[in-house]
């Protein structure tokens, strides 16, 4: 018998019966076929009992042959068997062929099988028309579920679960003498069975540990084509040579310094260090800072922008929004004062300028902008995606940080490092905490740092969710946000929609990066046809009329901002708004990250059922960025019991880092290989990040992964992995671990 590996086309193994399974499921090749997984299995010896089943289900039955005849029909040719089968309860079921041939001598009175087919009833019988079958207490071939577990699989039209099986016999018997793509140090280190062995106790279990053993190699692979990608990216990286842009005294950084009006908190000094520190050498600065909300991530990218200026070279934040953009131009230039009007009338000797470029300038603008960019005049160049255009160049580039890493894809980010002579420096901000497991199975290639820490003078923010059922509770809403304004602050409310008339009926506003359809809480979610549609979110345009004509915050200033708006409209908002112009700013989550206005004090979030864990927090990080506090009410309409714990659960904590441990255990991990941006399935099929014993595998995989590539960069040494790498991790989840 000749040996096959997993690219082997899999017609040359099953010849015709390959075909149905390449059309019903793309499974083309031998790897492809072994890593359809069993959905689960069920225990001959205790399950497949006719009470587990309703009317109209697929149904998997243990049961024994007690009658079997023929006769002749009535409407066609030849003869139908009738079988009357009974399971361990002693409920009988009828099976029915329109043909005998085949079955009549098989299925003989006290034969013991496995029955699969949809329940129906014929008179007052529990009938199975022309069921697939296995005979368990046969010999031979025909005893193909030897210890009694059967794997049942996703269906394929045409194939039954027992042809499967069949068929992974067969490829498994040629499978057998391949080589295994883990070193067998590696295996005999972690007790770890090998592939083909792993793949037998799958497909072919005599036990549930049998199978759960081959599963636990699986999900070893998995950590570990993904680590050694990771390692294989730092490596290419830390080969990179980068100009060394260490810190001096008496430049910009020190003058900036020593104007705070406040003293930087444990962490951000911590962090400062360690940013000082890689920009100090000759490899590049990879590193990833996420923090909590309000933390202070936008103080210490400034600081090392401002270093980096001092260094002789520019600095580019990269923004997802122009309302992020601009927000960001307002404060640092606000921040910085006199120091960021280098070269102007009343300027700081030794300033610097702060350049804005967006896609919504007129040409008079982005030309003079363009300008300051390529002479160096400007030190920090603050944009959105329009940075990133052919035309923008710059004089010398030295550091890029990238705010909101997940909004840009891997050609965006690298066409923005390209645009430095030599590579930059790279600091990426996430104000969304990432669980210690995803970070190091997606940001893995990236040194950590992690703000905990709240700025001082910060008071707490208070939360509560509001049943949008109960009249007095909503009205009490409209009048604590009219109490907040009274005592001179100001409050947001925010919808998941627009909703004006040129937009869908309940289709997310496009402020969110599709965070509403991609947050959406997935317990809520109905089957057209099989329930009563879930009543539609109010958009921002309906939410204005409506808080215009409530007697409890009458004679307020309310105005309206969402991303459809015209670039110099939002402006105009959000700087009054900033100025305390407006006192109620009715928006979509347009405002979700960034916008940093400390007087805001009071936020509504309407249908919040409508909004992930996370950007519920995002969104609540806008108020209490003061002394004065901050209150968020979360008003939704569902009844669901899971999404009102889910909501109580945001109330109950501010702390992000836990809310994302949660989010991460109520959700899975399904798009953290960027499953959900691209519209393909996640490569993680097996491994659940927070399962503690697949962390654990995690954390094996990582360690191994470095040695392996350390040692062996290309994996010249190890093909079996090479190729285990390039088929398990397709072009699109490659590039979302570029995205670090």
């Known amino acids: 018998m000749r040996v096959i590996d997993r690219r082997t086309k899999l017609v040359d193994v099953l010849g015709d019966a390959a075909k149905k399974l390449a059309k019903e499921r793309d499974l083309r090749t031998v790897g492809d076929f072994l890593d359809f997984l069993p959905?689960?299995?069920?225990?001959?010896?205790?399950?497949?009992?006719?009470?587990?089943?309703?009317?109209?289900?697929?149904?998997?039955?243990?049961?024994?042959?007690?009658?079997?005849?023929?006769?002749?029909?009535?409407?066609?040719?030849?003869e139908m068997l009738q079988v009357r089968i009974e399971d361990a309860d002693g409920a009988q079921a009828e099976l029915v062929f329109f043909s005998k041939y085949g079955h009549e001598q098989r299925l003989q009175p006290g034969v013991r099988g496995v029955f699969r087919g949809q329940l129906g009833t014929y008179g007052a019988s529990v009938q199975l028309t022309h069921p697939d079958?296995?005979?368990?207490?046969?010999?031979?071939?025909?005893?193909?579920?030897?210890?009694?577990?059967?794997?049942?699989?996703?269906?394929?039209?045409?194939?039954?679960?027992?042809?499967?099986?069949?068929?992974?016999?067969?490829?498994?018997?040629?499978?057998?003498?391949?080589?295994?793509?883990?070193?067998?140090?590696?295996?005999?280190?972690?007790?770890?069975?090998?592939?083909?062995?792993?793949?037998?106790?799958?497909?072919?279990?005599?036990?549930?540990?049998?199978a759960g053993r081959g599963r636990r190699r699986l999900r070893y692979?998995?950590?570990?084509?993904?680590?050694?990608?990771?390692?294989?990216?730092?490596?290419?990286?830390?080969?990179?040579?980068?100009?060394?842009?260490?810190?001096r005294t008496g430049g910009l950084l020190s003058a900036f310094d020593e104007r705070l009006p406040f003293?930087?908190?444990?962490?951000?000094?911590?962090?400062?260090?360690?940013?000082?520190?890689?920009?100090?050498?000759?490899?590049?600065?990879?590193?990833?800072?996420?923090?909590?909300v309000g933390s202070g991530k936008t103080i210490v990218a400034l600081r090392a922008m401002l270093a980096t200026v001092d260094a002789?070279?520019?600095?580019?934040?990269?923004?997802?929004?122009?309302v992020l953009a601009q927000q960001h131009h307002r404060s640092i230039t606000a921040m910085l004062g006199d120091l960021a009007q280098g070269g102007m009338l009343g300027g700081a000797e030794h300033g610097t300028r702060v350049a804005l470029l967006t896609g919504s300038m007129?040409?008079?603008?982005?030309?003079?902008?363009?300008?300051?960019?390529?002479?160096q005049e400007a030190g920090i160049v603050i944009g959105t995606h329009a940075l990133i255009q052919d035309t923008v160049m710059f004089g010398e580039l030295g550091l890029v940080v990238v705010d909101e890493q997940h909004r840009f894809g891997v050609e965006q980010r690298d066409a923005l490092r390209a645009k430095a002579a030599r590579s930059p420096h790279v600091l990426v901000m996430t104000a969304t905490p990432i669980p210690r497991t995803v970070a190091m199975t997606v940001f893995g290639d990236m040194d950590t740092s992690v703000l905990r820490e709240l700025p001082r003078g910060r008071a707490p923010i208070v939360s509560h969710v509001v049943p949008a059922a109960n009249p007095a509770w909503l009205q009490r809403t409209w009048q604590r946000l009219g109490e907040e304004v009274a005592q001179g602050h100001q409050a947001y409310v925010v919808c998941a929609r627009i909703g004006d008339d040129d937009r869908s009926p309940g289709q997310a506003g496009e402020d969110s990066d599709l965070g509403e359809l991609l947050d959406a809480d997935p317990s809520e979610t109905v089957d057209e046809g099989s329930a009563p549609q879930r009543p539609e979110a109010i958009g921002v345009h309906q939410m204005l009329e409506d808080l215009r004509a409530e007697p409890a915050l009458a004679g307020l200033r309310i105005e309206l901002l969402h991303g459809r708006l015209p670039a110099d409209e939002k402006e105009a908002v959000m700087q009054t708004f900033g100025r305390g112009e407006i006192d109620v700013l009715v928006s979509t989550t347009v405002i979700e990250v960034g916008v940093d206005v400390p007087n805001a004090t009071a936020m509504v979030v309407m249908d919040a059922d409508r909004f992930g864990i996370?950007?519920?927090?995002?969104?609540?990080?806008?108020?209490?960025?003061?002394?004065?506090?901050?209150?968020?009410?979360?008003?939704?309409?569902?009844?669901?019991?899971?999404?009102?714990?889910?909501?109580?659960?945001?109330?109950?904590?501010?702390?992000g880092f836990a809310l994302a441990e949660l989010d991460l255990s109520l959700r899975s991990e399904g798009d953290i290989l960027g499953a959900r941006q691209s519209g393909h399935r996640s490569g993680l099929r097996l491994l659940r990040l927070a399962h503690p014993k697949d962390v654990e595998l995690i954390d094996l995989a990582r360690a191994d992964a470095a040695d392996l590539v350390a040692s062996d960069p290309t994996l010249a040494e190890h093909?079996?992995?090479?190729?285990?790498?390039?088929?398990?991790?397709?072009?699109?989840?490659?590039?979302?671990?570029?995205?670090?």
């Open 221 to 247: 692979d998995e950590a570990l084509v993904v680590q050694t990608v990771l390692a294989q990216r730092r490596a290419e990286y830390d080969a990179l040579q980068a100009t060394a842009r260490p810190p």
């Open 614 to 655: 996370s950007q519920l927090h995002q969104l609540r990080g806008r108020v209490g960025r003061g002394s004065a506090g901050g209150l968020c009410l979360l008003v939704t309409g569902t009844d669901n019991e899971e999404t009102v714990e889910r909501l109580t659960a945001v109330a109950a904590t501010t702390d």
């Open 39 to 78: 959905r689960r299995y069920i225990d001959a010896t205790t399950s497949g009992h006719l009470s587990e089943f309703a009317m109209g289900e697929q149904a998997v039955l243990i049961a024994t042959v007690v009658a079997s005849t023929t006769r002749r029909m009535r409407q066609r040719r030849g």
């Open 312 to 322: 002789g070279a520019q600095a580019a934040l990269l923004a997802p929004t122009e």
């Open 719 to 740: 093909p079996g992995l090479a190729q285990l790498v390039t088929t398990r991790l397709d072009d699109v989840q490659a590039a979302f671990l570029e995205r670090g």
């Open 133 to 210: 079958y296995s005979l368990l207490d046969a010999g031979g071939e025909e005893q193909i579920y030897a210890g009694g577990l059967v794997p049942l699989y996703r269906a394929i039209k045409g194939v039954t679960d027992m042809q499967l099986t069949r068929s992974y016999r067969l490829v498994l018997d040629q499978l057998d003498g391949s080589p295994d793509p883990v070193p067998p140090q590696i295996l005999a280190r972690h007790d770890l069975a090998d592939q083909v062995a792993a793949y037998r106790a799958i497909h072919l279990p005599r036990t549930l540990g049998e």
């Open 263 to 292: 003293e930087l908190t444990a962490g951000q000094r911590e962090v400062g260090e360690q940013i000082a520190a890689d920009m100090a050498r000759t490899t590049p600065m990879h590193r990833l800072l996420q923090g909590e």
């Open 362 to 375: 007129s040409r008079a603008q982005r030309a003079a902008t363009l300008q300051e960019v390529l002479n």
